[in-house]
């Protein structure tokens, strides 16, 4: 028997796979870092009047909630958000603070409860704290007395990435949807997996949400959701309650 070779040739060498970043796959990731749900702005928080439909009965199964989170895009987000979030991104982008101003206000006034209206400024001010932490500098500026909105800081990030409209459109409706989907699967209670299904159902409204929000002119904005409106006006009375909304 051959004594064992001290020193074994080498194999063939491994190719290295370079993978190259170019400047919209790195604008796609920062899109994706504003989505995540370990962004700490503290939306797990808020369920945006989902909690009282789930204990009036309104939401109570998968389909239902389909329903209830389908119906809001044309009608909600997609109406009132989406619209505002493109005004307020060209309005960073021509560095035009009084119409960033103007258009903060004018969401913040569509908020038809104190539970809406307080959720919109919490969770905007934390991404504007962790926006300055990212070295945008304007976002310093929104101190703790200062109106903002969840869509004025967002649409900062999106418009200093260098991240279009129709992408960060997308995303909004996208993470807004996932934390209705994340609310649901606590509250009524749903498995893991129907949430996922749900949330497949619903994302197929989004794009024509996007699409439907883009052609708004100023006079037409403006949301349709007295559902909403009434279940987030009651949970402030709710005996119960997991959410802050």
Do not use: C
């Not at 796609?28 to 009047?49: D, E, F, I």
């Not at 200093?160 to 996208?174: E, F, K, N, P, T």
């Not at 100023?218 to 007295?226: F, K, L, R």
Request: no cysteine; aromatic share 8%.
């Amino acid at each position: 028997m051959k004594p064992p070779l001290s020193n074994p040739s080498p194999g063939p060498t491994p190719a290295v796979v370079t993978i190259m970043v170019d400047g919209t796959d790195a604008r796609t990731l920062r899109l994706w870092q504003l989505l995540s749900p370990t962004l700490p702005v503290g939306a797990y928080a808020y369920s945006a009047g989902l909690e009282t439909a789930i204990e009036q009965g309104w939401v109570g199964d998968e389909p239902s909630l389909v329903d209830w989170v389908g119906g809001q895009l044309p009608s909600g987000i997609g109406a009132l958000d989406l619209p505002v979030l493109a005004r307020l991104q060209a309005a960073w982008q021509r560095d035009d603070r009084p119409a960033v101003e103007v258009w903060t206000s004018r969401l913040l006034a569509a908020r038809e409860t104190a539970e809406l209206r307080a959720e919109d400024i919490h969770i905007g001010r934390a991404l504007m704290r962790l926006l300055g932490e990212f070295g945008i500098s304007e976002a310093l500026t929104f101190d703790r007395d200062r109106d903002v909105t969840w869509a004025t800081a967002f649409a900062l990030a999106t418009a200093r990435w260098s991240i279009g409209m129709d992408q960060a459109a997308l995303g909004y409706a996208w993470a807004w949807s996932e934390n209705q989907v994340a609310a649901a699967v606590k509250l009524v209670p749903l498995g893991q997996s129907a949430g996922q299904r749900a949330l497949l159902r619903i994302a197929d409204a989004i794009p024509g949400a996007v699409d439907n929000a883009a052609a708004l002119d100023d006079e037409s904005i403006g949301a349709t959701t007295p559902g909403v409106s009434l279940a987030s006006g009651w949970h402030e009375l709710q005996y119960s309650r997991l959410f802050r909304s």
